[in-house]
C-alpha cells in the first residue's frame, strides 16, 4: 500500500505566501531603524573625534586651526588652500597620510600646487571614513568639488555678516574657524559649550546641497569661491536644519542633523526646532548673545 505525500493546496500556498510578505514588510522597518541608529552613532562619534582633534591641535600649536589657510593672504586671497580636516589629520590617526601630504602655505606643496582652481591628486581623493556620514549616499569623490574627496563635514565660521552674506577675504565673521583664523581658545568668550564650530552638510544632487571635500578649499571653480568646501556661516537661511538654501546644514538623519561645540559636545538639532535668528548666534564666539537650543 503507497502512502501519498501530503501537498499544499493552492490556497494553502497563497496564506503562506501572504504571511511571509507581512512578517517581511514588519521586518523592514525595524532593521532600518536599527541600522539608522547605528549610522547616528557612528556620525556623533565622528563629529565626537573632530571636536577632540581641534582641542588637541589648539593645546599643541596655541590656536585653532583655520578653515583653511592660502598664506601669505595677499595676492593669494581666492588661490586653493589646505582645509582644518587636513590640519587635523594628525589627531585623528591619520599621521602618515598628513605626511605625505605635507602641507604648505606656498610652494609646491600648497593644495593643488600653485594652481587654481586645484586639482586633486591620489592622496586628496583617499576617502576617509571619520570625514563621511555613513547615512549620506554621495559619491566617495566629490562631483562638484573637481573631484575632490568627499566630507560631510564643515566649519562655522561665524554669523551673517555686514556685506548680506557676500565673501570677504580673510573676514572674521566672529565664529572661530575662517580663512587664516588664528583663534585661541581664551579667545571663545561666549564660551566653548555656547559656540558651534562644525555642523553637519550632505551631498544632494537634486537640491545643490553639495557636501563638502575634506583636503581644503579648491579655489576659483564653476563661477565660484569654493568656500563652502570647508566652512560657512550661519545666518537666518543656512540655520533653518535640512532647509532649502543651498547651504543650509543637514543630513540624511531623519529629522535633523549633527553639530559639535567648541567644548567637544555633540547635539543634534531638530528639524524646525528653536528659531533659526536666534539658533545663529551658536556660530558666534564673542557676539555676547547665549541662546538655549531647543533640540
Request: glycine share 10%.
Amino acid at each position: 500500500m503507497t502512502r501519498r505525500r501530503p501537498a499544499f493546496t493552492l490556497i494553502e500556498l497563497l496564506v503562506v505566501i501572504a504571511i511571509i510578505a507581512v512578517l517581511i514588510g514588519l521586518l523592514l522597518p525595524a532593521v532600518q531603524k536599527v541600522r539608522e541608529a547605528s549610522n547616528r552613532t557612528k556620525c556623533s562619534n565622528n563629529l565626537k573625534q573632530m571636536c577632540l582633534a581641534l582641542h588637541n591641535y589648539a593645546l599643541n600649536i596655541g590656536n585653532f586651526p583655520s578653515a583653511y589657510e592660502n598664506r601669505p593672504a595677499n595676492p593669494f586671497d581666492y588661490a586653493p588652500g589646505w582645509g582644518w580636516s587636513t590640519l587635523t589629520l594628525p589627531y585623528v590617526e591619520q599621521d602618515n597620510l598628513y605626511r605625505q601630504l605635507a602641507p604648505s602655505m606656498t610652494g609646491a606643496n600648497r593644495l593643488g600646487g600653485g594652481a587654481n582652481p586645484a586639482n586633486p591628486t591620489p592622496l586628496t581623493q583617499t576617502p576617509l571614513a571619520l570625514y563621511r556620514c555613513p547615512s549620506d549616499n554621495g559619491p566617495a569623490l566629490n562631483t562638484f568639488r573637481n573631484n575632490f574627496a568627499t566630507s560631510n563635514y564643515r566649519a562655522i565660521c561665524g554669523t551673517d555678516n555686514t556685506n548680506g552674506g557676500i565673501f570677504t577675504t580673510n573676514e572674521d565673521r566672529n565664529g572661530i574657524m575662517w580663512q587664516n583664523s588664528h583663534i585661541k581658545i581664551e579667545q571663545v568668550q561666549d564660551g566653548t559649550s555656547n559656540t558651534v564650530v562644525i555642523a553637519e552638510c550632505m551631498f544632494d544632487e537634486l537640491t545643490t546641497k553639495w557636501a563638502a571635500a575634506w583636503p581644503g578649499m579648491i579655489g576659483q571653480f564653476n563661477g565660484g569661491i569654493m568656500i563652502s568646501c570647508v566652512m560657512w556661516h550661519l545666518d537666518d537661511q543656512t540655520a533653518q536644519v535640512n532647509g532649502t538654501a543651498p547651504q543650509a546644514f543637514s543630513s540624511r538623519h531623519p529629522g535633523g542633523a549633527y553639530m559639535g561645540f567648541a567644548d567637544g559636545s555633540i547635539r543634534f538639532f531638530r528639524e524646525g526646532s528653536g528659531n533659526p535668528s536666534n539658533l545663529k548666534w551658536l556660530g558666534g564666539r564673542k557676539d555676547g548673545v547665549i541662546v538655549e537650543p531647543e533640540f
